[in-house]
């Protein structure tokens, strides 16, 4: 499965992930509607990736009693059943990685699915390279 590996510290606080990934996912550019978030502070000049990690302990799916968040059976990705959802917020305080996003505007969660295998939001990082395409295997 790929993965995304992130880091912060090579991140220039750009936002074309951001754009790159709400315009794959919804069409039009609007950071508050991407999978991935760069937080930045700029009193310390810090930069934080928000992005779902594939996390082994999938906090978010098990903290969804609804049933609208699965695990892909072939490609171990994480899949969001908009019609199941009764936004609770349950997946979204569950995440300790801060990788479930929630879009305030239509009461839902955004969590990264990789784009089914080729991440938007890698694309325009090639220059800084803080995102880039890993493989991992993920357990279900």
């Known amino acids: 499965m790929s993965l995304i590996d992130r880091s912060d510290?090579?991140?220039s606080g750009c936002l074309a992930c951001e754009?790159?990934?709400s315009m794959r996912h919804v069409g039009y550019f609007d950071p508050s509607k991407s999978r991935i978030r760069i937080i930045q502070n700029e009193e310390l000049s810090e930069i934080e990736i928000h992005q779902c990690c594939q996390c082994?302990?999938?906090s978010c799916v098990k903290a969804c009693v609804d049933g609208a968040l699965s695990i892909d059976p072939r490609y171990?990705?994480?899949v969001?059943?908009?019609d199941a959802c009764t936004q609770c917020r349950k997946c979204y305080r569950a995440c300790q990685y801060h990788g479930v996003q929630w879009d305030?505007?239509?009461n839902l969660p955004l969590i990264c699915d990789r784009c089914i295998g080729d991440p938007e939001c890698v694309k325009p990082c090639r220059l800084h390279?803080?995102?880039v395409i890993a493989r991992k295997e993920v357990s279900q």
């Open 9 to 11: 510290a090579k991140c």
């Open 80 to 82: 969001y059943d908009r």
């Open 129 to 131: 390279e803080a995102l």
């Open 19 to 21: 754009l790159s990934c």
């Open 56 to 58: 082994d302990e999938r």
């Open 76 to 78: 171990g990705y994480i």
């Open 104 to 106: 305030e505007q239509d």
